[in-house]
């Protein structure tokens, strides 16, 4: 099932004497974090109204309404700031990361389960498909169109083909 709120920052340190504080991005880039109107903090999703924000050095500088001086500022440090997905129109074809964590995955030719998604680690180069096998164990598969074949929200499933050799050590 697809969350409604997803996470997207943590703040880190206060900035200035405003209120402003500095958000760690935990998406693609502080730009993206700073194009929303509301955030909403921790696990009970609090709305927070932006009053303006801008990038710093990979970082983003929020004002939130309501949060005028560095006292209010410092009682959010560590807060998770969290979007409402209904806030975001994605492309065709695309998908947050936080909706393929847990599906299973399984194998494109034999049907077998490897195990679930734990993680997508960003390489830079490619994305990794980090699996949690039944037994524990951890299971490496680069997001590439040989590998990947392809990725069911209806029955939150990853088909992968691994290349020849990949999982050998796994058994």
Same mark, same amino acid.
């Given at each position: 099932?697809k969350? *409604?709120?997803l996470?997207? &920052?943590?703040? +880190? ?7 402003v +504080?500095?958000?760690?991005?935990w998406? @693609?880039s502080a730009?993206f974090?700073c194009e929303?109107? $509301?955030?909403?903090?921790g696990k009970t999703?609090? =709305?927070?109204?932006?009053?303006r924000?801008?990038? *710093? ?5 929020v004002?939130?309404?309501?949060v005028?001086?560095? @006292?209010?500022a410092?009682a959010?440090?560590n807060? %998770? ?6 806030d %975001?129109e994605?492309?065709?074809g !695309?998908?947050?990361?936080q @909706?393929?964590?847990g599906?299973t995955v399984? #194998?494109? @030719?034999?049907g077998? +389960? ?5 993680d997508?680690? *960003? !390489? &830079?180069a490619? #994305?990794v498909?980090?699996i949690? $096998?039944?037994e &524990?164990?951890t299971?490496l598969a680069p997001?590439? =169109?040989?590998v990947?074949?392809? *990725?069911?929200f209806e $029955?939150?499933t990853? $088909?992968?083909r691994p290349l ?6 796994a058994d």
């Amino acid at each position: 099932m697809k969350k *409604q709120f997803l996470e997207i &920052g943590k703040i +880190v340190n206060i900035h200035g004497l405003g209120g402003v +504080v500095k958000v760690m991005p935990w998406c @693609d880039s502080a730009e993206f974090l700073c194009e929303f109107e $509301t955030l909403y903090r921790g696990k009970t999703h609090i =709305p927070m109204e932006i009053e303006r924000a801008s990038v *710093q050095k990979n970082m983003a500088l929020v004002k939130f309404r309501g949060v005028d001086n560095p @006292d209010q500022a410092n009682a959010l440090r560590n807060a %998770v700031l969290y979007m409402d997905r209904d806030d %975001v129109e994605l492309e065709e074809g !695309t998908f947050f990361i936080q @909706d393929l964590i847990g599906m299973t995955v399984k #194998d494109a @030719d034999t049907g077998k +389960v490897y195990g679930r998604l734990r993680d997508v680690l *960003q !390489t &830079g180069a490619n #994305d990794v498909y980090e699996i949690e $096998t039944p037994e &524990g164990k951890t299971l490496l598969a680069p997001v590439i =169109p040989d590998v990947v074949i392809a *990725q069911d929200f209806e $029955t939150d499933t990853i $088909t992968i083909r691994p290349l020849k050799g990949l999982f050998d050590d796994a058994d």
